[in-house]
């Protein structure tokens, strides 16, 4: 049994003159515990409302979304969400940020604490407890925000462009870091990218969509040696293939460990 078990799902909008559109059509896809995926595909192909669904924000879909085998049903602690923006609350420290997150967790005023500077610690902010928002940079804030969403031990973090907003650098940084994160808490991970490259280095599995309607066109395992090498043929070999079923509209394939080969 998968960790997240995504069936059949479909997502209709109605628009405010009274028209229905398809934004994901029969989407299908597991996510294994412990397991990185991601989601890549042009603007408007679903990932976004995919996400949302995921989380528990809308309820009104077609289909089954099922953590460990129980339909979920609404927002859940269980399901952490990072976004694009940091979200820290500009008059609270680092601190506090964390610690507010967890007020309604259990535990006693001193097990919440130790467990704001675990978080804070596993991300790289030690020292920056009592900073506030606007004293850290870009890159700092969505570690911050990451420690937020793991401060409650969810059984799956959700990451919508968490780097979508950093500059180059700082960008290439934080996937290392994150993906020191995610191998340390063995955290099950679903991340929206634009970026082909970011999903490859990060990704056990990605998930690519497309456009009209928004549907899966291919689901690609990533086997590479760890740490990853961008510059390597064979990182190389999937970028390809992701940018193929991108724009090979009609191939729905689903790739498997067994026929994979570069
Ligand atoms: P992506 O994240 O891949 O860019 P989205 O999931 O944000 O795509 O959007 C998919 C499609 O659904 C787009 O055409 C978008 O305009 C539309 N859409 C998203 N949210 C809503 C909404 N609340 N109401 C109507 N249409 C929406």
């Known amino acids: 049994m998968a960790e997240l078990e995504i069936r059949n799902v479909s997502k209709r909008y109605v628009t405010v003159d009274g ?10 896809f597991d996510v294994e ?4 995926v991601s989601i890549v595909g ?10 949302r669904l995921i989380l528990g924000l809308d309820g009104d879909y077609e289909g089954d979304i099922l953590l460990k085998n129980e339909r979920i049903k609404g927002t859940s602690l269980s399901r952490g969400i990072v ?4 979200r820290l609350l500009p008059w609270l420290t680092l601190n506090d940020n964390i610690g507010l997150a967890l007020l309604q967790a259990e535990g006693t005023k001193e097990q919440k604490k130790e467990t704001v500077a675990r978080n804070i610690a596993l ?3 030690g020292g920056f407890e009592k900073s506030y928002p606007h004293e850290l940079s870009g890159g700092m804030a969505q570690r911050a925000a990451i420690a937020r969403a793991l401060a409650h031990q969810p059984s799956i973090l959700l990451l919508d462009e968490p780097l979508g907003a950093l500059d180059a650098i700082t960008r290439m940084r934080l996937q290392e870091e994150l993906w020191r994160i995610w191998k340390y808490k063995k955290v099950s991970m679903i991340m929206v990218t634009h970026d082909v490259e970011e999903a490859i280095f990060l990704s056990d599995k990605i998930i690519v969509m497309n456009t009209n309607p928004g549907r899966i066109v291919s689901q690609i395992k990533v086997v590479l040696p760890e740490p990853r090498e961008r510059s390597g043929a064979e990182f190389g070999a999937i970028r390809r293939k992701v940018f193929e079923a991108m724009h090979d509209n009609a191939a729905v394939v689903i790739e498997s460990e067994d026929n994979y080969s570069i």
């Open 42 to 51: 042009p603007s408007g192909c679903g990932k976004t409302t995919l996400l």
């Open 33 to 36: 515990a412990g397991e990185f």
């Open 19 to 28: 028209n229905s559109f398809v934004a994901v059509k029969d989407a299908s």
């Open 83 to 86: 976004f694009q923006e940091h």
């Open 123 to 125: 991300v790289g902010l």
